[in-house]
T-cell receptor, first 112, second 115 residues
Framework: NAGVTQTPKFRVLKTGQSMTLLCAQD?????MYWYRQDPGMGLRLIHY???????AKGEVPDGYNVSRLKKQNFLLGLESAAPSQTSVYFC???????????FGSGTRLTVV | AQSVAQPEDQVNVAEGNPLTVKCTYS??????LFWYVQYPNRGLQFLLK??????LVKGSYGFEAEFNKSQTSFHLKKPSALVSDSALYFC?????????????FGSGTQLTVLP
């Protein structure tokens, strides 16, 4: 059972470049989330989705866009990468907001 | 606004000794509380949660946590630590009935179990 799969695992971007991070889950979860993890700051919610075709802003949405065209996939896009977006990005999914989350293994992104 | 505090960035304990990782919270309303563990280069793994009921919650890998409403705390405990318990631990809180946006994570506590 795969759980939550994130691709790619590592990426280096130049300032101004764009990229898309893919998250896929095979647990039929309704809710999906994108977080960023920075040292000493815990996890901060970027965007989330409560079902196919829906998205909503989290705590730190600026500079990111998301799409959830299929229930199992949640894409995170960076249109014009900035060094401040250097971080580790985690995708998670759950049956609902009161349930425990299942996390992917993360994407380490460096913007130079 | 809700918040979570993990007052210790680092906790060291000898193998076989009991361990405690502290967490205090602040919410307007009844809290739902969670503990997650993160091993190096891995995503977070769910350990346990408190929603309602018994204040002592048992979770994965022998961990347990005690909900204390008067002290607004939810400390993670284990009677006998293992070297393999060494990891980064996160406490999280949301208010009962809150939206998916409202799960707040603490900054994490690095637990090191010394052989």
């Amino acid at each position: 059972n795969a759980g939550v799969t994130q691709t790619p695992k590592f990426r280096v971007l130049k300032t101004g470049q764009s990229m898309t991070l893919l998250c896929a889950q095979d647990m039929n979860h309704e809710y999906m989330y994108w977080y960023r993890q920075d040292p000493g700051m815990g996890l901060r919610l970027i965007h989330y989705s409560v079902g196919e075709g829906t998205t909503a802003k989290g705590e730190v949405p600026d500079g990111y866009n998301v799409s959830r065209l299929k229930k199992q996939n949640f894409l995170l896009g960076l249109e014009s990468a900035a060094p401040s977006q250097t971080s580790v990005y985690f995708c998670a999914s759950s049956y609902g907001p009161q349930k425990g989350y299942t996390f992917g293994s993360g994407t380490r992104l460096t913007v130079v | 606004a809700q918040s979570v505090a993990q007052p210790e960035d680092q906790v060291n304990v000898a193998e076989g000794n009991p361990l405690t990782v502290k967490c205090t919270y602040s919410v307007s309303g009844n809290p739902y509380l969670f503990w997650y563990v993160q091993y190096p280069n891995r995503g977070l793994q769910f350990l346990l949660k408190y929603i309602t009921g018994d204040n002592l919650v048992k979770g994965s890998y022998g961990f347990e946590a005690e909900f204390n409403k008067s002290q607004t705390s939810f400390h993670l405990k284990k009677p006998s630590a293992l070297v393999s318990d060494s990891a980064l631990y996160f406490c999280a809180v949301r208010v009962a009935g809150g939206s998916a946006r409202q799960l707040t994570f603490g900054s994490g506590t690095q637990l090191t179990v010394l052989p």
